[in-house]
């Protein structure tokens, strides 16, 4: 049982630091709001086009709310398959949901 816990220990440390280079993009107001992030949900860009000017502020703050939603929903299914590669379901302890 103790080396099983070690195995999955050492594995999630790896599932970690490539969950960190899996980079999806989130997108809302026809790709006029773009937000990239990786699988651990750190956002590394974002982009908004000059068109989003003509927004008022409550339509501009639900598209950017809905940008980063589309983009954590990709990064949950991106961070589920690379886990999935790297740690078997049937290594995982009981209760275990991936990605964590």
């Not at 993009?25 to 003509?54: P, T, W, Y």
């Not at 983009?71 to 991106?78: F, I």
Request: charged share 25%.
């Amino acid at each position: 049982m103790m080396k099983r816990a070690q195995q999955v220990q050492k594995d999630m440390q790896l599932a970690q630091q490539q969950l960190a280079g899996v980079w999806v993009e989130g997108v809302a107001a026809a790709g006029a709001i773009k937000i990239q992030l990786n699988c651990r949900n750190e956002v590394r860009k974002v982009f908004l086009d000059k068109q989003l000017s003509e927004y008022d502020d409550d339509l501009l703050e639900d598209a950017l709310v809905a940008a980063m939603n589309d983009g954590l929903r990709k990064a949950e299914v991106a961070a589920k398959d690379v886990m999935a590669k790297i740690v078997p379901a049937e290594m995982m302890p009981p209760g275990v949901n991936l990605p964590f």
